[in-house]
């Protein structure tokens, strides 16, 4: 067993299974450059080394998984994409727009809410603790769902019930998330990492050049991308541009942050 700590993320090989934490959780592993940083670089390097067989990424701590972008950083100027330009093509958190061909298992503790839902949603399985809770709030903030969520939570659950989910921004908690779907199951809390190691160890045990071509052809992946996104992508980012240089994207977030009910202009 061996184990790494870039600060922000930490990285523990444990046979073929790497685990990959997000680890600051007096910000609620909310994520910022580090962790985009850490988390990219982490899947990669696991990706590339023939003993890594599954990846299981999960959060700090027991009150969230991942809270989604570093306000805080992004209003002091800091940003939140990897600071390596070439790094930048993996999206959100490094995890968004990185289709690798190790299996990734999300485990889920506590909040996944906005960019933690959208990991999950980038993840191949997810296990989560009785605790957790899914939801892409952004529509309440002024913003939208741009780090895949818009898109991906339609396919992922039925039609409706993920546009339900991304119109209202309502959570839904680790027993619905399960039932609809959208994770595979749902553990006590103190047992969401031993279950998602279990499951990764599973998958482990399989021929690896037979799981990660299966991987491959379920996601669509092709030459390191996924041809299929590519035009959802490309609007994505345009709606994010128009809807995030809005008033009303400035609006949400001042609502929120003092407490009161958002005046939207639709402008």
Not at 175 to 203: H, M
Not at 230 to 252: C, L, M, P, Y
């Amino acid at each position: 067993m061996t184990s790494e700590n870039t600060q922000a993320v930490l990285v523990e090989n444990r046979r073929h299974v790497a685990v990959v934490t997000i680890n600051r959780p007096e910000a609620r592993n909310a994520v910022n450059s580090a962790v985009a940083d850490g988390l990219g670089i982490a899947l990669e390097e696991a990706d590339q080394n023939p003993a890594i067989r599954a990846i299981v990424l999960t959060g700090a701590g027991d009150k969230s998984f991942c809270a989604g972008a570093d306000l805080k950083a992004i209003a002091s100027g800091e940003g939140i994409n990897p600071t390596n330009h070439e790094h930048q093509k993996w999206g959100f958190a490094g995890v968004v727009t990185h289709p690798i061909s190790t299996p990734v298992i999300a485990a889920v503790n506590g909040t996944a809410l906005g960019g933690g839902t959208e990991i999950v949603l980038a993840s191949d399985l997810a296990v989560a603790a009785e605790s957790a809770s899914f939801g892409l709030p952004e529509v309440k903030r002024g913003l939208i769902a741009g780090a895949g969520g818009a898109f991906r939570v339609v396919e992922a659950l039925p039609r409706k019930i993920g546009m339900e989910i991304l119109l209202t921004g309502r959570a839904i908690n680790a027993t619905q998330a399960a039932d609809l779907g959208l994770i595979n199951r749902v553990v006590p809390d103190a047992e969401v990492l031993d279950a998602a190691i279990a499951l990764a160890e599973e998958i482990a045990a399989n021929a690896p050049l037979a799981v990660q071509a299966s991987k491959r052809l379920a996601r669509g992946i092709f030459d390191g991308e996924v041809p299929s996104e590519h035009a959802q992508w490309a609007a994505n980012t345009k709606e994010v541009i128009t809807v995030f240089s809005s008033k009303d994207a400035r609006e949400g977030p001042r609502a929120f942050a003092e407490k009161r009910a958002p005046e939207w202009r639709a402008e």
